[in-house]
T-cell receptor, first 117, second 113 residues
Framework: GAVVSQHPSRVICKSGTSVKIECRSL??????MFWYRQFPKQSLMLMAT?????????EQGVEKDKFLINHASLTLSTLTVTSAHPEDSSFYIC?????????????FGSGTRLTVV | SQKIEQNSEALNIQEGKTATLTCNYT??????LQWYRQDPGRGPVFLLL?????KEKRKERLKVTFDTTLKQSLFHITASQPADSATYLC????????????FGAGTRLFVKA
């Protein structure tokens, strides 16, 4: 089945530094990928939709300059948290949908636990 | 506004029993409803998708029902096992293109041996 690989799984960084999270679709092409943030015991909050070859679409309230998204190929999307602060500490997850064939669910990455100290 | 509600209280059941989880929604017309499993510190894993014109879907020990009149889906795990312990999320896909899927917060299931 479809697989999405997300790295790193955990990262601790100092306040003010930037962190890049990668999300790769391993066996299918993903023209669109989605980035979520999840707080404990809460639902997935869509941050942005990453579109291959064009600008990402950000949800209301999400700072595009803070959360930079690049989708340079059909299999890779990256999320860079710039000038990270402790309040950016969270669980970040990407997903994609294999658009070939029948409608199916989303394939998620394994998530990245970001801790900003 | 669009809303999905899942029971925030954990569900505790005995091994071998059937677990039933509920997903209710308002102000939404889904074309599809999905169920996912999420383990702590991991991304969700897709389990089942049911279309608006389908009443029931089964996959091994899993069964999903979808009632668009009641705006509710039920998710059943029969012959539950401790390995089924996880958080289960429901998600709705809207009935239009250019869509956004919305997720519930999930219900935590504990299956005791």
């Amino acid at each position: 089945g479809a697989v999405v690989s997300q790295h790193p799984s955990r990262v601790i960084c100092k306040s003010g530094t930037s962190v890049k999270i990668e999300c790769r679709s391993l066996d299918f092409q993903a023209t669109t990928m989605f980035w979520y943030r999840q707080f404990p015991k809460q639902s997935l909050m869509l941050m942005a939709t990453s579109n291959e070859g064009s600008k990402a679409t950000y949800e209301q309230g999400v700072e595009k300059d803070k959360f930079l998204i690049n989708h340079a190929s059909l299999t890779l999307s990256t999320l860079t948290v710039t000038s990270a602060h402790p309040e950016d500490s969270s669980f970040y997850i990407c997903s994609a949908r294999d658009s070939g064939g029948q409608v199916s669910g989303y394939t998620f990455g394994s998530g990245t636990r970001l801790t900003v100290v | 506004s669009q809303k999905i509600e899942q029971n925030s209280e954990a569900l505790n059941i005995q091994e071998g029993k059937t677990a039933t989880l509920t997903c209710n929604y308002t102000n939404y017309s889904p074309a599809y409803l999905q169920w996912y499993r999420q383990d702590p510190g991991r991304g969700p894993v897709f389990l089942l998708l049911i279309r608006e014109n389908e009443k029931e879907k089964r996959k091994e020990r899993l069964k999903v029902t979808f009632d668009t009149t009641l705006k509710q889906s039920l998710f059943h795990i029969t012959a539950s096992q401790p390995a089924d312990s996880a958080t289960y999320l429901c998600a709705l896909d809207p009935n239009t293109g250019g869509f956004k899927t919305i997720f519930g917060a999930g219900t935590r299931l504990f299956v005791k041996a």
